[in-house]
């Protein structure tokens, strides 16, 4: 099977019925040995476009990923990013606003942590939390202390979305390259991925109590998700649906996605004019002294 990139991807002003949508495809890989070899010559050329990225210093990326719990967005993150530079990638993790966040609007906390030109940002949860979790549990949005006139139900989704799609046609047209992944796990595979945490010791701190909880709330988070994808996926800031059952194949698919973007970019080391040169090849004889 060949990654084609446009196949996870939610067109600009489609509605989404994530039912439809596949948690599992034919593997790109038919071994392991193969997907290793696969990710390998993703994660080269990715490193590889990084370095243009830096030397270039035209645009930012931003990596944001959602899903539900046990989904794989942590490893997905640690294998595709694995061969880039620590120093031009960052990786954000958001999880319930502290005090101090909450008495800002909902895009504060997550703007302050905005990549800079030249390197990749990877947002591991982010202000989508704010038109999900909040969603799911209108008490997280009451506790956010809004005023009344805000919080009517029947608009605040509504206007949430506008505000995401104004800050990332704003980033878009600032040089960020916005590339969103929900990663599509079923919830059999997510019960599977739950009792492995109980019976393995090392992953026991990744499950909990209300890890139990919020699978009573599965077909709300649904509802939540397609929603959100529809009203926020645009031509420059799309989102991708990517089967997460497979956790080998969603991170080729994640990996090759990212690539098909950056090399779209076209970028390439900046160009050396005549003066350059000149001082260049100057300094070279005075360093063969």
């Known amino acids: 099977m060949h990654i084609k990139s446009n196949d996870f991807r939610v067109r600009e002003g489609d509605q989404v019925d994530l039912g439809k949508w ?10 392991t040995g193969q997907y ?3 990710l390998s ?6 490193s590889a476009q990084q370095e243009l990225l830096y030397a270039s210093n035209r645009y930012a990326i931003l990596l944001i990923f959602q899903a539900m719990d046990a989904a794989g967005k942590d490893g997905a993150i640690q294998h595709v990013m694995s061969g880039v530079n620590p120093q031009g990638c960052q990786v954000f993790s958001f999880k319930h606003p502290s005090a101090t966040e909450l008495q800002h609007d909902f895009l504060w906390r997550t703007t302050r942590d905005l990549p800079e030109r030249g390197r990749i940002g990877i947002f ?6 704010e038109v999900l979790i909040a969603r799911v549990h209108p008490e997280i ?13 029947k608009t605040i989704w509504h206007d949430r979305y506008r505000s ?15 590339i969103k992944f929900f990663l599509h796990l079923s919830k059999e595979e997510q019960r599977k991925r739950f009792i492995d945490r109980i019976d393995r010791p090392e992953k026991n701190w990744k499950f909990s109590l209300a890890d139990i909880e919020e699978r ?13 994808l529809a009203a926020t996926s645009t031509k420059r800031a799309p989102w991708y649906v990517v089967p997460a059952d497979d956790k080998l194949n969603t991170r080729l698919i994640v990996s090759r996605i990212v690539l098909d973007h950056i090399e779209a970019l076209e970028l390439s080391y900046p160009k050396t004019s005549a003066s350059r040169r000149s001082e260049l090849l100057l300094l070279r004889k005075k360093l063969e002294k």
């Open 36 to 38: 290793q070899d696969l």
């Open 164 to 178: 995401i799609v104004a800050l990332e046609r704003h980033l878009a047209h600032n040089g960020t390259l916005l």
């Open 41 to 46: 010559k993703h994660v080269k050329a990715l």
């Open 216 to 228: 009573k709330y599965w077909k709300h988070y649904m509802r939540a998700y397609a929603e959100c």
């Open 22 to 31: 596949p948690t599992i495809v034919a593997p790109v890989y038919k071994t």
């Open 124 to 129: 591991n949860r982010s202000y989508y939390e």
């Open 141 to 153: 949005l009451r506790g956010e202390g809004l005023s009344g006139a805000l919080l009517d139900e």
